[in-house]
């Protein structure tokens, strides 16, 4: 899974997170406010804003192995 990294809109503190939660509402460690996870860098087109959802009340599923 790729990571990347984002500050806190709120506090500024440095966050780091999976690919797979852009979108996903968080609530910042640091400040305990609810933040949305920002945008993939360089993959916006894919960007799809979730409410409700979050870290702690959904996982996604894991992805299927790519098939050869």
Not at 17 to 26: H, K, L, T, Y
Not at 28 to 47: D, F, M, S
Request: charged share 15%.
């Amino acid at each position: 899974m790729s990571q990347f990294k984002f500050s806190c809109p709120q506090c500024d503190q440095h966050l780091q997170c999976d690919a797979q939660f852009s979108g996903r509402e968080i609530q910042c460690p640091a400040c305990q406010k609810l933040i949305r996870v920002p945008a993939i860098p360089g993959q916006t087109a894919n960007y799809t804003p979730e409410s409700g959802k979050t870290w702690a009340t959904f996982v996604p599923p894991p992805k299927p192995p790519p098939t050869k």
